[in-house]
Nanobody, 120 residues
Framework: QAQLVESGGGLVQPGGSLRLSCAAS????????MGWYRQAPGKQREWVAS???????NYADAVKGRFTISRDNAKNTVYLQMNSLKPEDTAVYLC??????????????WGRGIQVTVSS
């Protein structure tokens, strides 16, 4: 199993920007898809964006044009640049990764999440 740790969250005013990072560590041979999800209080977890190992990206309609997902394969890290933030973007953001371990086992691992609050 790989360990994923998110960073970069916090409090930002509406219209502001934040950049989230998620670093994977452990006995990793390679990582296929990586993604970001979010969960607001009282709501179900929702998918935000994903990126393949070849850097193909997809976005939820709610964030398209405002958020950008990217990755650094050498660092096993995925990023989420969030611009033009809105109060409805407030949530705990979690990353996940489809990992091939050195044992040749495949796992889908999750970070613990990080809080993003958009408020004036």
């Amino acid at each position: 199993q790989a360990q994923l740790v998110e960073s970069g969250g916090g409090l930002v005013q509406p219209g502001g920007s934040l950049r989230l990072s998620c670093a994977a560590s452990g006995s990793i041979l390679s990582i296929n898809n990586m993604g970001w999800y979010r969960q607001a209080p009282g709501k179900q977890r929702e998918w935000v964006a994903s990126i393949t190992s070849g850097r193909s990206t997809n976005y939820a309609d709610a964030v398209k044009g405002r958020f950008t997902i990217s990755r650094d394969n050498a660092k096993n890290t995925v990023y989420l640049q969030m611009n033009s933030l809105k109060p409805e973007d407030t949530a705990v953001y979690l990353c996940n990764a489809d990992v091939l371990l050195t044992t040749r086992a495949r796992t889908t691992d999750w970070g613990r999440g990080i809080q993003v609050t958009v408020s004036s």
